[in-house]
């Protein structure tokens, strides 16, 4: 066997089914295996494996074992002459294994090799080429020096920047995306240290290549396409602690005596307030926009309130400071919230989401408004008026910084959209229908040749001012997409492939927002969009609930467990409904393909149905998990209403 991929996959199904057509163009001519090792998916990634691509070696983990441990599983059992490890969110052009091969074989002191990435924005990923990340380098990138002075030799040596990105030179550090190595020096090295769960294995395996007698080398010869992800996470707490402990791993392992505390000690302190810095600008970042819509709709309901007051009241001290200054705070925060919890905020901008939430918020203040005290109550006008102006205060604003060109708000929304396709007519007319699918109704759909060239691209993107620029994976190579792709990057037009026999078209930079990501499973109770309704809904019907308890806790067949039910659901230790059994709990041999994690239900998916007409809860739940909607736990509730 001459080459084995390796692939550790974790919940990206359709960039997996993208990688693995790339890798098999790659490795024709090439006796080629390929492993793929599935860290207990939820997303039908096992199962997709299966039917479309029987031939590759799957290990199908019942759990999580980390990046490093799920590798070796792998490199245990492969027999290729070199071994590649790949990530699932990459494409590989069809020259990268034959160029790959052909540099070991001249090169015979090359025992790592890694190749030029670039991002689906056409741009080249620092990470391509590392330096070791010794005390004063990992200093400089900790601190954001490196920043400062990128070309630098010993500023900028984490990323190696003093050398020619286009230049084959000798690194330090191979990155874990794109890890080719060769059976000797495999022997020599061994496998991935399983101490690390994920970040530093690709590190420590490198460093351990060079202390086998081999060198590291960069090949920008070749190029893939990587989808990175890295640094939507890197202001999570989560992320500090595996980075971290990932370091703490390296220095003990390879500092020895005082010096390793005394590093330890000063990359920890480092590393925190780094962390705490990106978390910090993060939240600010996230708060931002909630901060403006608050100081928007409140300054409008205190017009509104003083409007209220002199015409209608007759008296312009008709409502008390508390109210102006507490009670109406409270309200937007209450419609902000709601907002939020339907998806004002996420990007791209959806009017509907924005309606949605404040108006769930405005049903829900009149509910409550409902229940107070009459010296509490000064006027529903003003809840309903002030609500109507945070919607139109949202918009506007939104509106304004789509004006001013600002990154996530200028794009238009997806029915007024143009697209241009480049492929051959009959992938265009299949690009064409897969809008359809997907529920796209662009204004305009035009085409392109694949062989046209970027300069002519250029030239039609700018006469038909289009939005999203689509590459058909079946008749444009890799190769070419990326030449496109980083010859226009600075047009602001949006990159996607529609993979080959896929029905599916992948964004630019998918892990930004769920909506990059255009997939016929958009109904899929895992979406961040579907997850938020679901507890959204569960909020919306605690609450209404809550304040119908002297009406229906008198006809609930078991009241001792009606308000503890509606708690449980309240603080989100339950959802009002769940599967019909725990799968968490059953043997992976039992399922075809791990269904998303829920909380326990209140009602279970079967509830749906009369006992007697009930048909396997598995099927039930697996529809309820692959085509969720609302309406569904709205017609469960209701239909059990008295079984609370």
């Known amino acids: 066997m001459k080459l084995s991929v390796i692939i550790v ?15 098999y163009a790659a490795a024709e001519g090439i006796d080629t295996e390929v492993w793929v090792v599935d860290n207990n998916s939820t997303d039908g990634s096992v199962q997709m494996l299966r039917e479309r691509f029987p031939m590759v070696h799957l290990i199908a983990n019942s759990d999580n074992p980390g990046f490093a441990k799920a590798n070796n599983q792998a490199l245990r059992e492969c027999t290729g002459d070199y071994v590649l490890l ?14 790959c091969i052909a540099f070991f074989e001249s090169h015979a002191e090359c025992g790592g090799l890694s190749v030029k990435m670039v991002n689906g924005e056409g741009e080249f990923l620092k990470e391509s080429k590392r330096g070791f990340p010794s005390p004063k380098t990992s200093f400089y990138k900790i601190t954001g020096l490196i920043k400062l002075f990128p070309h630098n030799k010993t500023v900028g040596a984490y990323y190696m920047g003093h050398l020619s990105d286009d230049e084959t030179c000798e690194v330090d550090v191979l990155p874990g995306a794109f890890i080719m190595i060769s059976r000797p020096a495999l022997d020599k090295t061994g496998l991935l240290d399983e101490s690390y769960f994920m970040y530093g294995e690709d590190i420590d395996w490198s460093w351990r290549i060079r202390l086998s007698g081999y060198k590291n080398y960069y090949l920008p010869e070749t190029r893939i396409l990587h989808y990175k992800g890295e640094s939507t996470k890197k202001g999570s707490m989560n992320y500090v602690y595996t980075f971290y402990n990932a370091m703490g ?56 309130k003083q409007i209220w007051a002199t015409y209608w009241a007759e008296n312009v001290n008709y409502y008390p400071n508390f109210y102006s200054w507490g009670i109406l705070p409270l309200y937007v ?14 990007k791209p901008v959806k009017t509907v989401r924005i309606v949605q939430g404040i108006g769930l918020g405005a049903l829900c203040l009149l509910v409550f408004y409902s229940l107070m005290d009459e010296t509490l109550r000064f006027s529903r006008a003003i809840i309903l008026f002030g609500s109507l102006w945070s919607i139109v205060a949202a918009l506007c604003v939104r509106g304004l910084l789509g004006a001013l060109g600002v990154a996530g708000y ?38 392109a040749p694949a062989g046209i060239s970027s300069e002519e691209l250029r ?12 590459f058909s994976g079946a008749d444009v190579a890799v190769s070419t997409i990326l030449d496109h792709t980083v010859a226009l990057r600075d047009t602001g037009v949006y990159f996607r492939i529609a993979p080959k026999e896929m029905d599916v078209l992948i964004g630019s930079n998918y892990t930004n927002s769920p909506e990059e990501l255009y997939h016929p499973d958009h109904d899929d109770i895992s979406s961040s969009t579907n997850r938020r309704n679901k507890r959204l809904f569960d909020l919306v019907v605690s609450v209404l609930l809550l304040a119908l308890t002297p009406l229906l806790f008198w006809f ?89």
């Open 410 to 447: 200028s794009a238009r929304p997806e029915s007024r959209r143009r697209y241009l396709i480049v492929g051959s007519d009959e992938e265009q007319k299949r690009i064409t229908e897969l809008f359809g699918n997907l529920g796209i109704e662009p204004k305009e759909v035009a085409a």
């Open 556 to 644: 609930q067949k078991r009241k001792r467990r009606y308000l503890s039910d509606i708690l449980s659901v309240l603080t989100g230790r339950r959802s009002w409904v769940g599967y019909s059994q725990q799968y968490d709990t059953l043997p992976m041999q039992q399922m075809t393909a791990p269904l998303p994690h829920l909380r326990k239900g209140i009602f279970r998916t079967t509830d749906s149905l009369p006992p007697v007409r009930r048909p396997n809860g598995l099927l039930l739940d697996q529809q309820y998990a692959q085509d969720y909607h609302v309406i569904t736990d709205l017609t469960i509730v209701m239909k059990n209403i008295r079984k609370i």
């Open 333 to 346: 925060l209450i419609l902000l919230m709601a907002s939020w919890l339907s998806g004002g905020y996420d």
């Open 459 to 470: 030239s039609r993107l700018a006469k038909g001012k289009v939005d999203e620029l689509i």
């Open 86 to 99: 790949l990530n699932p969110d990459t494409v590989v052009q069809r020259d990268t294994f034959t160029r």
């Open 249 to 304: 791993i390296f220095v003990k392992k390879y500092y020895g005596g005082k010096g390793a505390r005394r590093y330890n000690l000063l990359l920890q302190l480092a590393i925190w307030l780094r962390a705490s810095l990106d978390f910090l600008k993060r939240m600010l970042g996230h708060l931002a926009m909630p901060a403006v819509d608050f100081v928007v709709s409140l300054a409008g309901l205190l017009c509104i």
């Open 9 to 23: 996959n974790y919940n990206v199904k359709y960039f997996l089914e993208q990688c693995l057509h790339s890798v």
